[in-house]
């Protein structure tokens, strides 16, 4: 198979694959953001002593967590016109990406938080400092330099899965892929060049988060 390889097909489709790649990225952030908030609403209300709001978070990590998120993906592409929700394609896969990714984010939050000494937290109500004051003074500081490696292993994740969004028509990078095979019959170019770029991408998010972690810990010792 190897020996009939053409690389001269994979080039002309690298504009093509550029445009998918830039799509994939830029798609990735967006859904990374909201699954930021997403993860940040859920880990507050996980943290409450009251049912009222730890037990929907709880019930909604645990049901994201469960299920595979192609078909959390294909519950949103189908079931919201359903409802009379229409939204585009790619609009689907971002939502679906950050609900997903959400709920693992929060995970991540909050062993962050718990991470931090209760004294600590003592020390602050003892000093008459407010909730708030607390959080942005003496947790959150110290829960970021924590959560910073991980949440940057779950954007690699994200990543990789942002190829579900393929089955759906978003024209990223695994799309790109997808249409130099069908167009010229070609699956080992279009897929071995997928997964090249999408080595890059992962090598060049793990390099972030490993001069993150160097950072941190620099930042760690000086203080």
């Known amino acids: 198979m190897l020996e009939n390889f053409s690389f001269r097909t994979i080039v002309e489709y690298l504009p093509l694959f550029g445009q998918g790649l830039v ?3 830029w798609l990735s952030v967006l859904a990374f953001a909201g699954a930021l908030a997403i993860g940040i609403v859920l880990a507050a209300m996980n943290l409450q002593r009251g049912r009222l709001f730890r ?6 990590i645990d049901a994201v967590r469960a299920t595979p998120l192609l ?15 229409i939204l585009p394609e790619l609009v689907v896969g971002i ?23 209760r004294g600590q937290v003592e020390a602050g109500v003892a000093s008459g400092m407010t909730y708030i004051q607390r959080m942005r003074l003496v947790i959150l500081p110290q829960a970021f330099k924590v959560t910073i ?3 940057l292993g ?18 990223e990078l695994t799309r ?19 997964a090249a770029f999408y080595l890059l991408l992962y090598y060049g998010l ?18």
């Open 154 to 171: 779950q954007a690699i994740v994200l990543v990789k899965d942002s190829a579900l969004l393929s089955l759906i028509a978003v024209a």
């Open 206 to 223: 793990k390099g972030l988060a490993a001069l993150s972690g160097r950072w941190l810990g620099l930042a760690g010792a000086r203080t």
């Open 71 to 85: 078909a959390q993906l294909y519950f949103l592409y189908f079931g919201l016109p359903r409802l009379g929700i």
């Open 23 to 25: 799509t994939t990225v």
């Open 55 to 60: 037990m929907p978070a709880k019930a909604y």
């Open 149 to 151: 490696p991980p949440l």
């Open 176 to 194: 790109a892929g997808q249409l130099l095979a069908s167009d010229r019959f070609m699956p080992a170019e279009g897929f071995i060049t997928i």
């Open 95 to 117: 939502l679906a990406l950050s609900l997903n990714s959400g709920a693992y984010v929060a995970e991540i939050i909050r062993a962050g938080i718990l991470s931090i000494p």
